[in-house]
């Protein structure tokens, strides 16, 4: 067994991985999965949190002196979130075209650019409009970063454990969320950088002006950033296995599984992601005596945390059945945010608003989980449907076809559920601006939760369904 283990890495290139084998798994594929997931973490907790730094630094512009509209602000939180999507169709493709090791250290480091080019930014007032817009579109580079995480992970362990495995690399990775909101308002307060991190602007705060450093929410992630990217290459792993053209894993276009969960996964994580993005922005609008920076972070903590618990949940119970009951609750959770908004005379009621968005962000983090244990499932199941389980060749074979168009279809829904972060922040602004209230944006959320119910119980949950997962 030692020449076997021996003859399984040429330099990071591991030529032999088989996680199904459980003696293999025991005696060396768990430390190396383990090790490649907790590199993974890191690497993914920076892309969101570049991804998101616009939704705290969109909030700050008008205080800076910046003279831009309502409309054109939730254009900039929603921005990242439309070109992180579109780079999440082609970054989908890549693990198996170049490598999870090289492309985790290549995707990282082109972090840097945004950071650095919004820490320069705004620091003037007169910065163009269509330069923010343009550095609020390279933040997507964070954005398309989850779709190769997520699928080079799902590589990496065997089918009991890719659930968990998932949840924890989303869930701790999607922490970069609440951390940039929450980071943000603090770091700015103190020139951190010296000489290095250029002047203090002044502001009137609570009648009195103060000095901050906006470009830190920026520029503290930069040393963060260069570590990491050096972490991934020199510490993780590439799976010759996991190799497959584009036209092997674009199979998934011909497969309805993964049209479906598509539409299932923009219900949760792109809920998420749109939350996340637009909370801010609709605390300022409808509660204006409300500090949103004070609040906003909670929500998405709260939705990356839980989500390994519901990848596990989805282990334990079942993908579909916990998907089918968390897409139920969103549903309630969403009806009850539209109860508290401010309407006509009524000025709303913050605590109640803020306590059913805190659901509707637990919701999304376990629907990421279960959503994303289902997807694997589906396409090893299907992959093995009708193969003798005693011809080893045909089984490894099976195997192979369904990791890795369950690993494409894991990074392609992973992009289109990200267009929810350009779509949620959008249709706040745009509802706000046609009927004077974000009421028909939510109620529009509402209907597709319940298109998402009846999906799931047919397709998957229901007895005798087709899929079950």
């Not at 949950?461 to 079950?468: E, V």
Request: glycine share 12%; proline share 4%.
């Amino acid at each position: 067994m030692s020449a076997t283990t021996t003859s399984g890495r040429q330099g990071r290139l591991l030529t032999l991985w088989t996680p199904e084998d459980k003696t293999f798994w025991e005696r060396e594929g768990e430390a190396v999965a383990k090790l490649n997931l907790w590199i993974s973490v890191p690497a993914l907790f920076l892309a969101f949190a570049i991804w998101q730094v616009w939704s705290v630094v969109a909030v700050s512009l008008p205080g800076l002196g910046f003279k831009y509209s309502t409309n054109q602000l939730f254009w900039l939180a929603a921005a990242p979130a439309l070109s992180g999507a579109t780079l999440r169709i082609f970054y989908s493709f890549m693990v198996p075209l170049v490598g999870g090791r090289r492309w985790t250290a290549i995707s990282t480091a082109s972090l840097l650019i945004p950071a650095i080019g919004i820490g320069f930014a705004v620091q003037d007032n007169t910065t163009a409009y269509p330069t923010m817009l343009i550095l609020a579109l390279l933040c997507g580079l964070g954005g398309g970063n989850f779709s190769s995480s997520m699928a080079n992970i799902s590589f990496f362990f065997p089918k009991e454990r890719k659930g968990s495995a998932l949840g924890v690399n989303a869930g701790l990775g999607n922490l970069g969320v609440s951390v940039v909101q929450f980071l943000s308002p603090l770091v700015v307060t103190a020139g951190i950088f010296g000489v290095f991190g250029g002047d203090a602007q002044t502001i009137v705060k609570n009648g009195q002006t103060v000095q901050v450093w906006t470009q830190n929410a920026a520029f503290i992630w930069v040393p963060w950033i260069a570590i990491t990217a050096l972490a991934a290459w020199f510490g993780m792993n590439d799976i010759a296995d996991a190799k497959a053209s584009f036209a092997a894993q674009a199979a998934i276009f011909k497969r309805k599984h993964n049209w479906l969960m598509c539409v299932l996964y923009l219900g949760t994580f792109g809920s998420f992601i749109g939350y996340a993005a637009g909370f801010p922005l609709l605390i300022k609008s409808q509660f204006p005596g409300i500090n949103p920076l004070a609040y906003a972070w909670l929500g998405p903590l709260v939705g990356a945390v839980i989500r390994p618990f519901g990848g596990w949940l989805a282990d334990k119970l079942g993908g579909a059945r916990v998907t089918l009951w968390n897409f139920i609750v969103m549903a309630v959770a969403v009806m009850g945010v539209t109860v508290f908004l401010p309407s006509g005379g009524n000025e709303g009621q913050f605590s109640g608003f803020f306590v059913c968005f805190l659901v509707l962000f637990m919701t999304t983090g376990i629907g990421n989980g279960s959503t994303f244990r289902m997807i694997p499932v589906i396409f090893l199941t299907e992959a093995m449907r009708g193969v003798d389980k005693h011809n080893a060749a045909a089984v490894a074979s099976a195997n192979k076809e369904g990791n890795t168009l369950g690993a494409a279809t894991l990074g392609f829904t992973a992009a289109m559920a990200a267009y929810g972060g350009f779509f949620i922040p959008k249709s706040y602004g745009s509802s706000i601006a046609l009927t004077g209230s974000p009421h028909a944006a939510l109620w529009t959320f509402f209907a597709f939760y319940i298109l998402c119910i009846v999906i799931t119980w047919w397709h998957y949950a229901r007895k005798n369904a087709a899929m079950p997962c």
